[in-house]
Protein backbone atom coordinates (compact mmCIF):
# COMPACT_ATOMS: atom_id res chain seq x y z
CA UNK A 1 0.00 0.00 0.00
CA UNK A 2 1.38 3.44 -0.66
CA UNK A 3 2.42 5.96 2.15
CA UNK A 4 3.04 9.14 1.82
CA UNK A 5 5.69 11.39 4.12
CA UNK A 6 6.48 14.77 4.72
CA UNK A 7 8.88 16.34 6.32
CA UNK A 8 9.53 18.42 8.22
CA UNK A 9 5.89 18.55 9.38
CA UNK A 10 6.58 22.27 10.74
CA UNK A 11 8.53 25.17 9.53
CA UNK A 12 8.60 28.76 10.00
CA UNK A 13 10.80 31.19 8.33
CA UNK A 14 11.41 34.85 7.99
CA UNK A 15 9.88 36.65 5.41
CA UNK A 16 11.90 36.33 2.24
CA UNK A 17 13.77 33.24 2.36
CA UNK A 18 13.88 30.94 -0.13
CA UNK A 19 12.52 27.36 1.20
CA UNK A 20 11.81 23.51 0.03
CA UNK A 21 9.55 20.92 1.06
CA UNK A 22 9.68 17.53 1.32
CA UNK A 23 7.60 14.19 0.12
CA UNK A 24 8.31 10.99 -0.02
CA UNK A 25 6.30 7.66 -0.68
CA UNK A 26 6.64 4.10 -0.85
CA UNK A 27 5.41 2.76 -4.40
CA UNK A 28 7.17 4.22 -7.23
CA UNK A 29 4.61 3.09 -9.70
CA UNK A 30 2.49 6.28 -9.61
CA UNK A 31 0.56 8.15 -12.36
CA UNK A 32 1.08 11.74 -11.31
CA UNK A 33 1.71 13.46 -7.95
CA UNK A 34 -0.12 16.81 -6.60
CA UNK A 35 0.87 19.62 -4.34
CA UNK A 36 -1.71 20.96 -2.51
CA UNK A 37 -2.47 24.12 -0.18
CA UNK A 38 -4.66 24.19 2.30
CA UNK A 39 -5.50 27.38 4.86
CA UNK A 40 -7.08 26.67 8.12
CA UNK A 41 -10.66 25.58 7.97
CA UNK A 42 -10.39 25.59 4.36
CA UNK A 43 -10.29 23.24 1.38
CA UNK A 44 -7.46 22.11 -1.15
CA UNK A 45 -5.96 24.57 -3.55
CA UNK A 46 -4.08 22.81 -6.09
CA UNK A 47 -0.73 24.20 -7.12
CA UNK A 48 1.05 22.02 -9.20
CA UNK A 49 0.43 18.75 -10.73
CA UNK A 50 3.53 16.50 -12.08
CA UNK A 51 2.96 13.55 -14.66
CA UNK A 52 4.95 10.49 -13.40
CA UNK A 53 6.96 11.12 -17.15
CA UNK A 54 7.63 14.99 -16.01
CA UNK A 55 10.65 15.78 -13.49
CA UNK A 56 9.68 18.97 -12.86
CA UNK A 57 7.19 21.88 -13.18
CA UNK A 58 6.93 25.29 -12.25
CA UNK A 59 4.59 28.15 -11.62
CA UNK A 60 5.46 31.18 -10.21
CA UNK A 61 7.60 31.06 -7.64
CA UNK A 62 6.83 27.38 -7.05
CA UNK A 63 8.74 24.71 -8.43
CA UNK A 64 8.26 20.96 -7.96
CA UNK A 65 10.48 18.36 -8.76
CA UNK A 66 10.03 14.55 -9.16
CA UNK A 67 12.20 11.68 -8.92
CA UNK A 68 10.29 8.33 -9.13
CA UNK A 69 12.72 6.18 -9.08
CA UNK A 70 14.04 7.07 -5.47
CA UNK A 71 10.03 8.14 -4.56
CA UNK A 72 10.83 11.57 -3.91
CA UNK A 73 9.25 15.18 -4.87
CA UNK A 74 9.99 18.37 -3.62
CA UNK A 75 8.58 21.91 -3.35
CA UNK A 76 10.38 24.68 -3.67
CA UNK A 77 9.14 27.80 -2.92
CA UNK A 78 10.75 31.30 -3.89
CA UNK A 79 11.20 34.52 -1.78
CA UNK A 80 8.30 33.18 0.76
CA UNK A 81 6.02 36.11 1.56
CA UNK A 82 3.58 35.92 4.97
CA UNK A 83 0.31 35.08 2.32
CA UNK A 84 2.73 31.60 2.00
CA UNK A 85 1.60 30.29 5.54
CA UNK A 86 -0.83 27.46 4.92
CA UNK A 87 -0.51 23.87 4.68
CA UNK A 88 1.40 22.32 1.79
CA UNK A 89 0.06 18.56 0.72
CA UNK A 90 1.50 16.18 -1.05
CA UNK A 91 -0.41 13.37 -2.98
CA UNK A 92 0.50 10.67 -5.08
CA UNK A 93 -2.06 9.02 -7.42
CA UNK A 94 -1.05 4.84 -8.22
CA UNK A 95 -0.71 3.32 -11.88
CA UNK A 96 -4.08 1.51 -10.43
CA UNK A 97 -6.66 2.85 -8.66
CA UNK A 98 -9.20 6.40 -8.49
CA UNK A 99 -7.77 7.71 -5.00
CA UNK A 100 -4.54 9.74 -4.15
CA UNK A 101 -2.62 8.72 -1.30
CA UNK A 102 -2.45 12.02 0.90
CA UNK A 103 1.00 13.05 3.11
CA UNK A 104 0.14 14.85 6.55
CA UNK A 105 1.44 18.16 5.49
CA UNK A 106 3.94 20.63 6.11
CA UNK A 107 2.50 23.44 8.32
CA UNK A 108 4.35 26.71 6.91
CA UNK A 109 4.45 30.21 8.65
CA UNK A 110 6.50 32.91 7.49
CA UNK A 111 6.73 35.45 9.30
CA UNK A 112 6.96 38.93 8.08
CA UNK B 1 -18.03 28.61 -13.46
CA UNK B 2 -18.64 27.56 -9.82
CA UNK B 3 -16.28 25.81 -7.91
CA UNK B 4 -17.00 21.91 -6.07
CA UNK B 5 -19.78 23.02 -3.34
CA UNK B 6 -20.70 21.21 -0.60
CA UNK B 7 -22.97 22.07 2.53
CA UNK B 8 -23.48 22.17 5.01
CA UNK B 9 -20.18 23.43 5.59
CA UNK B 10 -20.34 22.84 9.90
CA UNK B 11 -21.98 19.98 10.97
CA UNK B 12 -23.08 19.02 14.43
CA UNK B 13 -25.01 15.96 15.39
CA UNK B 14 -25.67 13.57 18.57
CA UNK B 15 -24.13 10.15 18.90
CA UNK B 16 -26.59 7.83 17.27
CA UNK B 17 -28.02 10.58 14.63
CA UNK B 18 -27.45 10.48 10.92
CA UNK B 19 -25.44 13.11 9.10
CA UNK B 20 -26.11 13.77 5.22
CA UNK B 21 -23.38 15.53 3.48
CA UNK B 22 -24.08 16.62 -0.22
CA UNK B 23 -21.49 17.66 -3.09
CA UNK B 24 -22.40 19.32 -5.87
CA UNK B 25 -19.03 18.86 -8.54
CA UNK B 26 -18.27 21.14 -10.55
CA UNK B 27 -20.15 21.89 -13.78
CA UNK B 28 -19.09 19.54 -16.34
CA UNK B 29 -17.69 17.14 -14.04
CA UNK B 30 -19.32 13.83 -13.48
CA UNK B 31 -16.38 12.24 -11.31
CA UNK B 32 -17.28 13.00 -7.76
CA UNK B 33 -14.45 11.53 -4.53
CA UNK B 34 -14.86 11.54 -0.90
CA UNK B 35 -12.02 12.06 1.23
CA UNK B 36 -11.80 12.45 5.03
CA UNK B 37 -10.04 14.50 7.33
CA UNK B 38 -9.65 13.15 10.71
CA UNK B 39 -7.73 15.75 13.45
CA UNK B 40 -3.94 15.66 12.97
CA UNK B 41 -4.25 13.06 10.29
CA UNK B 42 -3.67 13.44 6.16
CA UNK B 43 -6.94 13.26 4.19
CA UNK B 44 -8.01 9.62 3.49
CA UNK B 45 -10.21 8.02 0.27
CA UNK B 46 -13.10 7.06 1.33
CA UNK B 47 -15.21 6.16 -2.52
CA UNK B 48 -15.06 7.02 -5.78
CA UNK B 49 -18.52 7.40 -7.58
CA UNK B 50 -19.81 8.10 -11.38
CA UNK B 51 -23.58 9.22 -12.37
CA UNK B 52 -25.41 6.34 -10.72
CA UNK B 53 -22.55 4.22 -9.81
CA UNK B 54 -20.38 3.63 -7.18
CA UNK B 55 -16.63 2.23 -9.03
CA UNK B 56 -14.16 2.38 -6.13
CA UNK B 57 -15.14 1.96 -2.13
CA UNK B 58 -12.61 0.45 -1.11
CA UNK B 59 -11.87 3.40 1.83
CA UNK B 60 -15.27 3.34 2.97
CA UNK B 61 -15.93 2.00 6.78
CA UNK B 62 -17.90 -1.30 6.21
CA UNK B 63 -20.79 -0.36 8.67
CA UNK B 64 -22.92 3.00 8.87
CA UNK B 65 -21.61 4.59 5.76
CA UNK B 66 -22.94 4.99 2.05
CA UNK B 67 -22.69 6.74 -0.47
CA UNK B 68 -24.43 7.56 -3.69
CA UNK B 69 -24.47 9.86 -6.63
CA UNK B 70 -27.77 9.93 -8.37
CA UNK B 71 -28.60 10.86 -12.26
CA UNK B 72 -30.25 14.03 -10.83
CA UNK B 73 -28.64 16.49 -7.95
CA UNK B 74 -25.73 16.43 -5.36
CA UNK B 75 -23.78 13.14 -4.07
CA UNK B 76 -24.50 12.21 -0.59
CA UNK B 77 -22.33 10.88 1.78
CA UNK B 78 -24.41 9.56 4.55
CA UNK B 79 -23.32 8.42 8.37
CA UNK B 80 -25.63 6.51 10.21
CA UNK B 81 -25.82 6.47 13.86
CA UNK B 82 -23.01 8.74 14.25
CA UNK B 83 -20.06 8.09 17.08
CA UNK B 84 -17.52 10.45 18.06
CA UNK B 85 -15.07 8.94 16.40
CA UNK B 86 -16.48 10.11 13.03
CA UNK B 87 -15.79 13.81 14.22
CA UNK B 88 -13.79 14.83 11.19
CA UNK B 89 -13.47 16.86 7.94
CA UNK B 90 -15.27 15.36 5.02
CA UNK B 91 -14.00 16.54 1.76
CA UNK B 92 -15.80 15.85 -1.91
CA UNK B 93 -13.50 15.91 -5.25
CA UNK B 94 -14.36 16.32 -8.25
CA UNK B 95 -12.98 15.33 -12.18
CA UNK B 96 -14.39 15.70 -15.63
CA UNK B 97 -12.52 12.54 -17.08
CA UNK B 98 -11.83 8.93 -15.96
CA UNK B 99 -10.59 8.34 -12.73
CA UNK B 100 -7.63 6.34 -14.05
CA UNK B 101 -5.94 9.56 -16.22
CA UNK B 102 -3.85 12.29 -15.48
CA UNK B 103 -6.59 15.05 -14.35
CA UNK B 104 -6.49 17.00 -11.51
CA UNK B 105 -9.33 16.81 -8.97
CA UNK B 106 -10.63 20.02 -7.58
CA UNK B 107 -11.66 19.69 -4.39
CA UNK B 108 -14.28 21.32 -2.21
CA UNK B 109 -14.29 23.45 0.67
CA UNK B 110 -15.44 20.96 2.94
CA UNK B 111 -17.73 19.34 5.72
CA UNK B 112 -16.87 19.90 9.60
CA UNK B 113 -18.93 17.00 11.29
CA UNK B 114 -18.59 17.38 15.03
CA UNK B 115 -20.44 15.05 16.66
CA UNK B 116 -21.27 15.30 20.40
Known amino acids: KQEVTQIPAALSVPEGENLVLNCSFTDSAIYNLQWFRQDPGKGLTSLLL?????REQTSGRLNASLDKSSGRSTLYIAASQPGDSATYLCAVRSNTGNQFYFGTGTSLTVIP | NAGVMQNPRHLVRRRGQEARLRCSPM?????VYWYRQLPEEGLKFMVY????????ESGMPKERFSAEFPKEGPSILRIQQVVRGDSAAYFC??????????????FGPGTRLLVL
Open chain 2, 49 to 56: LQKENIID
Open chain 2, 27 to 31: KGHSH
Open chain 2, 93 to 106: ASSPLAGTGGETQY
Open chain 1, 50 to 54: IQSSQ
